[in-house]
Structure formats: C-alpha cells, structure tokens
C-alpha cells in the first residue's frame, strides 16, 4: 500500500532524539509522522532507574521517562506508527519513502533517529543481571555502585572514559580487556592509570557473569588469552565499554556516513548529504550519548526540518500531489 498523503515529516525512531523531535515538529503544526519501532523507547527501555535527566530530582526509571516523551509528542497530535521501518529511498530535495513492510510512506523532509545498540559480549550472565549489576554505561549507572568493587570491560575511549567516571564512586576498579594493546587514545589511558583506584588486567577475556544468592552480580569468571587460567574476579558491578553499533544499516549508501557507520551531520546542524534529510541522537554522536543530548539534538533536528520546508516551497509535481490529495479527502 502507498499512502498518497506526502507528509511534511516523517521521524523514524521513537526514543529520546525522535520523541523529542516529534514534539517540537507537531508544536509546529507540522503533523509528523513517527515510525517509532516495534520495540520503542530505544536504551532507555531497557535501563531502571534515570538519575541524571534535568527535571527529575528524585530519579525517574527509564522507561517511564520514555511513556512520558511519547505522551507528550501525542499531546501535540504526533501520529505513530509501532513497526519498524524496513526500506528507505531517500532524495536529495525530493519527496522521500520509506516503507514498514510493504507499507509506503512518503514525505518532503525525513529525521533519522534510529539510534544506537551496545555491542554484547554474548556471555552467560550477561543479559540475565542487567540492572543487577551488569551495566552498559557508566556514566548513567556508575554512581549505584558506591564503595563496591567494580570493572569495566573493554579497551577503547569509552572504556576509559567509563573507567574514569565509575572510578569516583567505586572502591576499587578494574579494566579487564582481552589484549595487552589499547585502542583508547594515549590521553585517555594516561588518565586511567594516573587514577589511584583503578588497576588494569591484561588479557582476559570475561567468560561468564555469575550472580551470588541475592540474585546480583558476584563475580566475573574470567580466562586469561595467553596462558588460559581461568579466575573470578570478585565485583559487585560491570560495565560492558565494547563499544556500540549505529543503527545506520538502511540507509547506508544513501546519507554520508563515518568510518565507524555513524551518519555525518553537518555540524552544529542536524543536516545530512541529502536536503530534506536530516539525522539526530545517537545515531549521530559518537561522544556523548545521553538521553538529555539525544533530546537536544531532537530539537534541532525538528527546527532544521521545519526552516526547511520554510525556505524550500514544493515543486509543482508536489502541488498537483497535494491537491488530488485534498479532492480525495472531500
Ligand atoms: P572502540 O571500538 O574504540 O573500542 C572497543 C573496545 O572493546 C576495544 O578495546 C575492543 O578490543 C573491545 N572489544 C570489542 N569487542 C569485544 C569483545 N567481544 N570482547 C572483549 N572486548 C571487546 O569503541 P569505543 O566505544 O571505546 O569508542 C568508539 C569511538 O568513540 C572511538 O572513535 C572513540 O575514540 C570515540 N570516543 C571518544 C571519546 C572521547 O573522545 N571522549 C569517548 C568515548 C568514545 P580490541 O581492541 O581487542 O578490538
């Protein structure tokens, strides 16, 4: 089925970045259209409690702060769409497509918000203790873990980074990676093993998390690369740093991307190589990826497309579009 309706916006991705965006689009009477995804509400759906979103000085769980960005992107007459999208054609100044299924949707300006995933170690454990003491990031969930005796998985910036912010709150901290090589830049490593608590321990690879009788996280199985030995290292909290994976795959080949898979923005704006096309939250940054960045840069993402459809009046084949639109509404 093919809509005949040309949207002004479709917003694809229903977490921080496109909920916030939403907002801001359907203030502006620009009626966007949200394919949000069958599992909406992107890493903060699967996070417990949100300490550090402005506005919530008692802490809110992730998932609720999720129902209240979409309720509030409905409030303003949002429409969504629960399904993923599986296609996108997209132009450069044209009318853009996407499709769920066999479903298409067309629209004069298209924000990517497809976000990011962190990479899994794929062990056993892993999955199962998530918000029992095994984390993805350390900057949302280092400060549970005061006066523990914590790890961090992974050798790169975010690791490090991680590291360093984790290491305020926890006794002591460990860097577990699988080689004696790091990927992190020199600074950042410099930074990690000037700090006091935190040591490092090379190369091990993490085998399995083991919880202990009250159900959280108690140790961390771990097999060193070189000999094989296998350890336990006693923690009451880990963080995976292994990386993340951009949700860039459908529109690869047609929006620039990084080496890395991250869409290229054309900074400080949320605009891509194609006009018409714009990307926002994490499937942008690489630095920061937090829900209150993500947010802000829906905001931006929304007055882009908005100054866009200001500033670029429809083609005549849009117009004649439009108008056997409306006649068929009558
Ligand atoms: P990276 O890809 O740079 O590093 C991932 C690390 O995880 C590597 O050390 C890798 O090991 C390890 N790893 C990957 N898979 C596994 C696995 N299955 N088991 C065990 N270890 C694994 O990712 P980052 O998220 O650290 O960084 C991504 C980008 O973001 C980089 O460009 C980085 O510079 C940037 N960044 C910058 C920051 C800043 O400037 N402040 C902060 C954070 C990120 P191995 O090396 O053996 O492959």
């Not at 609720?64 to 429409?79: C, H, I």
């Not at 280092?142 to 984790?166: H, L, N, P, Q, W």
């Not at 459809?309 to 849009?318: N, V």
């Amino acid at each position: 089925m093919t809509d005949k309706r040309i949207e002004n916006v479709i917003i694809v991705g229903g977490a921080c970045a496109g909920y916030t965006a939403a907002v801001y689009a359907a203030r502006a009477d620009l009626e966007p259209l949200v394919i949000e995804g069958f599992q909406w509400g992107g890493q903060l759906q699967n996070t417990t409690e949100v300490e550090n979103y402005p506005g919530f000085p008692e802490g809110i769980m992730g998932p609720e702060l999720m129902n209240r960005f979409r309720a509030q992107a409905e409030r303003f007459g949002t429409r969504f769409i629960t399904d993923d999208a599986t296609r996108f054609e997209l132009t450069d100044g044209g009318i853009h497509s996407v499709w769920v299924g066999d479903d298409e949707y067309r629209a004069r300006t298209v924000i990517l918000a497809m976000g990011a995933q962190p990479k899994r170690l794929g062990i056993p454990g892993e999955m199962e203790l998530g918000g029992r003491g095994v984390s993805t990031c350390g900057v949302c969930d280092g400060a549970f873990f005061k006066g523990r005796d914590v790890a961090v998985i992974g050798g790169g910036d975010t690791a490090m980074e991680d590291s360093i912010f984790v290491s305020k709150y926890a006794d002591r901290l460990t860097v577990l990676h699988r080689r004696d090589d790091f990927r992190a830049s020199m600074v950042m490593q410099d930074r990690a093993r000037e700090t006091a608590n935190i040591d490092f321990k090379t190369p091990f690879v993490p085998e399995e998390f083991v919880a202990g009788d009250d159900g959280a996280l108690d140790h961390v199985r771990i097999r060193n690369a070189e000999s094989g030995d296998v350890e336990e290292l006693k923690v009451g909290g880990a963080f995976v740093a292994i990386g993340h994976i951009p949700g860039s795959e459908l529109v690869a080949g047609q929006v620039d991307l990084h080496d890395n898979g991250y869409v290229k923005v054309e900074e400080p704006s949320t605009r891509t190589n194609l006009a018409g096309v714009f990307a926002i939250g994490d499937l942008v940054d690489f630095t920061y990826r937090q829900a209150i960045t993500a947010a802000g840069s829906g905001t931006r993402g929304a007055l882009d497309a908005e100054w866009y459809l200001r500033d670029t009046p429809p083609t005549d084949e849009e117009r004649i579009e439009a108008a056997e639109e409306a006649a068929e509404a009558v």
